[in-house]
């Protein structure tokens, strides 16, 4: 994710929290947790779970699980299964099925879960929209 843009002033409130370092910092709040390093940090709250290094960590809760390394992991929860190698992997639940592959190739089956959209996201250049997005409640 390249580097935050807005001032890392300590945010308060419904979402707020504090901000530090390159794309990093601490969120509280009800989307809230702790994003530390570079794009990495734990994200915890409704929808949250901890997200480390350069894309990797874990997600827990709606549509949560656990994320690792460039796009790898595993998502678990509705639209969870498990997510491995630079876009390939395995997804069950209700926007389940297999998609193998880059991840720029069309999905095989139904839409991954969001926290996966997400993911891809905030690995482009979008990455800090996705993050304010997620941020305000748009999961």
């Not at 409130?13 to 530090?20: E, H, K, N, R, V």
Request: aromatic share 10%; no cysteine.
């Amino acid at each position: 994710m390249k580097e935050n843009t807005w001032p890392r002033d300590n945010y308060s409130g419904s979402g707020g929290g504090l901000y530090t370092g390159s794309g990093g910092g601490l969120y509280t709040g009800p989307e809230g947790g702790a994003y530390t390093g570079n794009g990495g940090g734990a994200h915890i709250g409704a929808g949250g779970g901890a997200h480390t290094g350069p894309g990797g960590g874990l997600y827990t809760g709606p549509g949560g699980g656990l994320s690792t390394g460039p796009g790898g992991g595993l998502s678990t929860g509705p639209g969870g299964g498990l997510y491995t190698g630079p876009g390939g992997g395995l997804y069950s639940g209700p926007g389940g099925g297999l998609y193998t592959g880059s991840s720029t190739e069309p999905y095989r089956n139904n839409w991954p879960p969001a926290s996966i959209l997400f993911h891809h996201l905030r690995e482009s250049r979008l990455g800090d929209y996705v993050d304010l997005l997620e941020r305000y409640g748009w999961r």
